[in-house]
């Protein structure tokens, strides 16, 4: 990455079940899922 074009985030996250069952439907093998969605 470019030193001088980079940027750092923070990323808080509030309900962890809910992201846990996103990041799962997206970055799963399981494309149906993802239709759905």
């Known amino acids: ?3 001088e074009t ?5 990323v808080n996250i509030d309900n962890q ?3 846990e069952r ?3 439907t ?4 399981n494309s149906e ?3 759905i969605w």
């Not at 997206?26 to 093998?29: G, K, N, T």
């Open 6 to 10: 980079r940027s750092i985030i923070k």
């Open 22 to 24: 996103n990041v799962t």
């Open 17 to 19: 079940g809910l992201t």
């Open 33 to 35: 899922a993802r239709k």
């Open 1 to 3: 990455m470019n030193p």
């Open 26 to 29: 997206f970055m799963s093998d």
